[in-house]
């Protein structure tokens, strides 16, 4: 089994997988086996290794989490065809077999090389890496070789005396001067195609050269930008550590505003639970005030009426103790004679008569001078005023 994944150039990298080798570390630490520069990468973020009976993949406390098949994981166990995502953007596929097997070619692949034809070593040759220029004087264009000079036509017969028709014949000499003139044209057009070529090898030099300079400065500026770009994502990291403590405290602040919001709720449903007490108890109050008043006027009454009960009680008394006097003398005076025994003993018995009922409506008057004592004590000392002092302690 071995890992693939993609280096910080994008190039497409196998990590073969040792049982009895040190665990695979990842993060943005440069010591990390896999080493990531993304932002959302924690320096220690994870770990890939081996436990006697499987892989395994456990993330070591990182911001941003490990997943396994788009499943954030602790730990789990990994199995061939697993996909690991480590933060946000950078992905781990395990795969089985060996990296070789990968880059290997098919025997049905390979194919005999071709010979090339002489427009390909033409092509070939151009398409060949030169090697980079050592010195500053290599890197200037070569000089252009001058075309060579075409061949000298043969001058008429002032430079060279023209022999005879009879001794060379006229055709031959056409065909000979015709091929000459055509060779020659070939000579001077691939002359200039070389010196054409040429200048445009000087050109592409020239071209690689600057931008051979211009790579080392992007070079220089990435790798300066890669030190920045890691300043900033520690940056970010913290800034992003900072937000979520902010926020937690935050909703931690509105759950207790949510919480006295709610107390203040009940507090003001109490409130309202209280007024409408309060407002009961004045009303209960006002009514016992109204009752008091009324058994105040009723106690008055009462005692208006036993005034005049006790004036007829003294009333009857003065007439029971006169009539008592009045039996007295008759007594006194039956005792003196006896002659006018029946008359007065009549007369005695119907004083005695009117004693009897007097004496029972006396009695009649202090049972009712009793009752209405009793009422007047309750009605002063008794259940209503009782229930009110206890209504009056309870508001």
């Given at each position: 089994m071995y890992l693939e994944y993609r280096d910080m150039v994008g190039k497409t990298v196998h990590l073969p997988l040792n049982e009895d080798g040190e665990p695979i570390t990842i993060g943005r630490n440069p010591g990390s086996t896999i080493y990531a520069k993304q932002s959302t990468v924690s320096r220690n973020h994870g770990r890939i290794g081996?436990?006697?009976?499987?892989?395994?993949?456990?993330?070591?406390?990182?911001?941003?989490?490990?997943?396994?098949?788009?499943?954030?994981?602790?730990?789990?166990?990994?199995v061939a065809g697993d996909l690991v995502r480590i933060g946000e953007v950078f992905e781990i596929q395990l795969l089985d077999g060996s990296p070789d097997d990968q880059r290997a070619p098919s025997r049905g692949e390979r194919q005999r090389p071709k010979r090339p034809t002489s427009m390909g070593r033409v092509a070939s040759s151009a398409d060949r890496p030169r090697p980079k220029p050592a010195v500053e004087s290599e890197r200037r264009p070569r000089p252009r070789p001058e075309a060579p000079a075409p061949r000298p036509k043969a001058e008429p017969a002032?430079?060279?005396?023209?022999?005879s028709r009879r001794n060379q014949p006229t055709g031959q000499s056409r065909v000979a001067d015709a091929i000459s003139e055509s060779v020659n044209a070939d000579v001077t057009e691939l002359s200039r195609k070389v010196a054409a070529l040429e200048g445009a090898l000087a050109d592409a030099e020239s071209r690689a050269s600057q931008v051979e300079g211009e790579a080392k400065s992007a070079e220089a500026r990435a790798m300066r930008y890669s030190v920045e770009l890691e300043g900033i994502s520690d940056k970010y990291i913290k800034l992003k550590e900072q937000n979520r403590v902010i926020s937690t405290s935050l909703e931690e602040t509105r759950e207790e505003q949510r919480e006295r919001e709610d107390e203040a709720f009940e507090a003001e449903r109490k409130v309202g639970e209280l007024e409408r007490?309060?407002?009961?108890?004045?009303?209960?109050?006002a009514d016992a005030t109204e009752?008091?008043?009324?058994?105040?006027?009723?106690?008055?009454?009462?005692?208006?009426?036993?005034?005049?009960?006790?004036?007829?009680?003294?009333?009857?008394?003065?007439?029971?103790?006169?009539?008592r006097d009045e039996i007295e003398m008759l007594q006194a005076d039956f005792n003196r004679g006896?002659?006018?025994?029946?008359?007065?003993?009549?007369?005695?018995?119907?004083?005695?008569?009117?004693?009897?009922?007097?004496?029972?409506?006396?009695?009649?008057?202090?049972?009712?001078?009793?009752?209405?004592?009793?009422?007047?004590?309750?009605?002063?000392m008794g259940v209503g005023i009782s229930d009110l002092e206890h209504e009056k302690r309870g508001l």
């Open positions: 081996f436990d006697g009976k499987t892989w395994y993949l456990k993330d070591l406390g990182s911001s941003n989490g490990s997943f396994c098949n788009n499943e954030r994981i602790t730990r789990v166990q990994l002032a430079a060279a005396p023209r022999p007490e309060l407002e009961t108890s004045r009303t209960k109050a009752q008091l008043s009324g058994l105040k006027v009723r106690v008055t009454q009462k005692d208006r009426q036993i005034e005049e009960l006790q004036r007829q009680l003294d009333l009857l008394e003065y007439e029971l103790r006169s009539h006896g002659g006018e025994t029946d008359r007065l003993e009549r007369k005695i018995n119907l004083l005695q008569e009117v004693i009897q009922e007097k004496e029972s409506v006396i009695e009649q008057l202090r049972m009712d001078l009793r009752d209405k004592d009793i009422e007047i004590r309750q009605a002063r």
